[in-house]
């Protein structure tokens, strides 16, 4: 894993975020344009930096470091949740995803 990794996901996050870039960066303790400079390459974050950048947009850390280019940020953070669900509900949301995945019949 290398920087531009890193760098890549922090403005992957920020930009879903409900929070804006300047916002985050200033909780962070920086500069309105940190978050910025990280994805252009300007600022290297140390770990601890990243590690509170997740705690601010409660990003599980294990989530934010695994590479899965094959999943959208969208599928990541929906796998997260459910990591953390009740097992009740993950059955819940199972079968929901099934029947959406059912094709659909008489529609005009």
Known sequence: MDKSFVQKRMMEYARQSS?????I???????????????????????DE???FC???DIVPSEFFREQEDLTLDQQELF??????EPSHV???????KEL???????S
């Open 101 to 107: 995945q059912k094709p659909r019949r008489g529609r």
């Open 55 to 57: 705690e601010l947009l």
């Open 91 to 97: 059955k819940i949301l199972l079968a929901m995803i």
């Open 50 to 52: 990243v590690l509170y």
């Open 80 to 85: 997260a949740l459910v990591r953390k669900a």
């Open 19 to 23: 929070k804006s870039m300047a916002e």
């Open 25 to 47: 960066s200033k909780k962070m303790g920086h500069r309105d344009n940190y978050i910025s400079g990280v994805g252009n390459g300007r600022f290297e974050p140390k770990l």
